[in-house]
């Protein structure tokens, strides 16, 4: 599409969005009496309107048949998580079984490292992208740790080529071919939170696995943003967080993916008994029987008002459709691209990939001077984005809530900012 750079055409791209009126789904933060301009949900997404009273079902639930709310609530509470994982299996791609929610990320990261990753003295690796989101940095390290190794050695941080902001697919997999005796596992953000490169997530599952390593993913920055195919992909698991893209509220609920090839009660992990076969779990009897899915990785009561807000927010998903959202999300970013382009561009530089295969929703602003203080600037003027250091200012419409027009206001203020500057 050729896009132009007026409000009109902005306007335009808007009447002929079928998913427009999902926006009013959802509570814009205020700013001068008006809704302000939401490029944060890759932070954290939204609420929508419906889930005030999801939560208030809960609580009459809790309010009037207490604990008989397991059984006889709205929605009984002992299957809670199995409500929200048909929605989930369609937008990341998987079977139902392969689906479970639990936690948080950064807890079912080790969770799964702990079944999957199995050092050895000659296999005992483990590989991700460097500058990896910090709380994975920390997780693999201590992993590492806890079985006698050193991080320095055991695990192999892949950076981009000298002078390049992202990583080349050809570098992972050489990389991966290079470290062929020792890999046990390759852990990359599907999408790099500070760069917002999109990995070949196929390619790179398929490399480490023909050396004989496991292929885990951390989807934050994927899940509800960009649609994968994990099991036709053949990962072997992958985490996520609910409160970015998918909108379940400040610490909701972690998504698990475990391929369903795995989930048998034969593989490792440390247990509990919400993952032990429910038709003998409350005979309270010793020796623990995993379930044979993903939902066998459970371990505590399901955490029911930590999900309400995801179920809510998953309806709207389905409705709209995940490849419907992927394909107006790619429309916005490239519309939002396009007009960053017509600014002072030596004042920035957008070092997220050019190629709208490589990437989702986010752009990310690299600003050699005066990032900081540009972003102070833009939230003054009602723009909420985030900044990461060093220089990184990150723009992300998403598709469920974000207009064409946003994305227009948004950049215009953007160049007023940068002229004052
Ligand atoms: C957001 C994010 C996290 C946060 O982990 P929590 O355990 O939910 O705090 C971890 N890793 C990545 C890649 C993230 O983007």
């Given at each position: 599409m050729t896009f132009e750079n007026t409000l009109s055409f902005a306007q335009q791209l808007d009447a002929n969005d079928t998913l427009k009126h999902f926006r009013e789904q959802f509570y814009f933060p205020r700013h001068n009496g008006s809704d302000a301009i939401y490029f944060c949900g890759n932070s954290l997404g939204l609420q929508p309107k419906k889930v005030e009273d999801a939560i208030h079902v809960e609580l009459q639930t809790w309010r009037e048949l207490a604990v008989e709310g397991y059984f006889k609530g709205t929605n009984p509470w002992l299957y809670y998580h199995e409500y929200l994982r048909g929605s989930l299996a369609k937008i990341v791609g998987?079977?139902?079984?392969?689906i479970t929610v639990m936690n948080a990320l950064t807890v079912n990261l080790h969770f799964m490292m702990l079944s999957f990753?199995?050092?050895?003295k000659q296999r005992y690796k483990i590989m991700m992208e460097a500058g990896a989101f910090p709380s994975d940095q920390y997780a693999v390290e201590t992993q590492v740790k806890h079985y006698g190794f050193d991080p320095t050695d055991a695990i192999v941080e892949i950076s981009p080529r000298a002078g390049e902001k992202i990583l080349r697919n050809e570098d992972i997999v050489k990389a991966i071919d290079d470290n062929k005796d020792t890999l046990a596992l390759t852990i990359f953000?599907?999408?790099?939170?500070?760069?917002?490169q999109l990995y070949d997530i196929p390619l790179v599952t398929n490399a480490a696995q023909k050396i004989g390593a496991i292929a885990g993913w951390d989807l934050a920055h994927v899940t509800g943003n960009v649609p994968t195919q994990l099991h036709n992909w053949n990962v072997d698991f992958a985490v996520w967080c609910s409160?970015?893209?998918?909108?379940?509220?400040?610490g909701a609920v972690g998504g698990v993916f475990v391929h369903e090839r795995h989930a048998n009660p034969s593989t490792e992990r440390l247990a509990g008994w919400w993952g032990n076969d429910e038709k003998i779990r409350f005979k309270m009897e010793k020796g623990f029987i995993a379930k044979s899915d993903a939902s066998g990785w459970n371990l505590s009561t399901t955490q029911v008002f930590n999900m309400v807000a995801l179920k809510a927010s998953l309806e709207l998903f389905d409705e709209a459709g995940i490849q419907n959202l992927r394909a107006k999300s790619i429309l916005l970013t490239n519309f939002l691209e396009f007009l960053l382009q017509q600014l002072r561009y030596d004042a920035f530089e957008i070092i997220t990939p050019a190629n709208e295969h490589q990437r989702g929703a986010q752009l990310c602003l690299f600003f050699k001077e005066k990032g900081k203080a540009i972003h102070e600037q833009l939230m003054q003027n009602g723009i909420i984005v985030d900044y990461r250091e060093p220089g990184v200012i990150r723009v992300a419409p998403a598709?469920?809530?974000?207009?064409f027009e946003d994305v227009y206001k948004c950049v215009k203020i953007i160049s007023e900012v940068l002229n004052t500057n």
């Open positions: 998987a079977k139902e079984d392969e990753y199995r050092p050895t953000g599907g999408i790099n939170y500070y760069t917002g409160y970015k893209y998918l909108n379940a509220g400040p598709p469920l809530y974000c207009s």
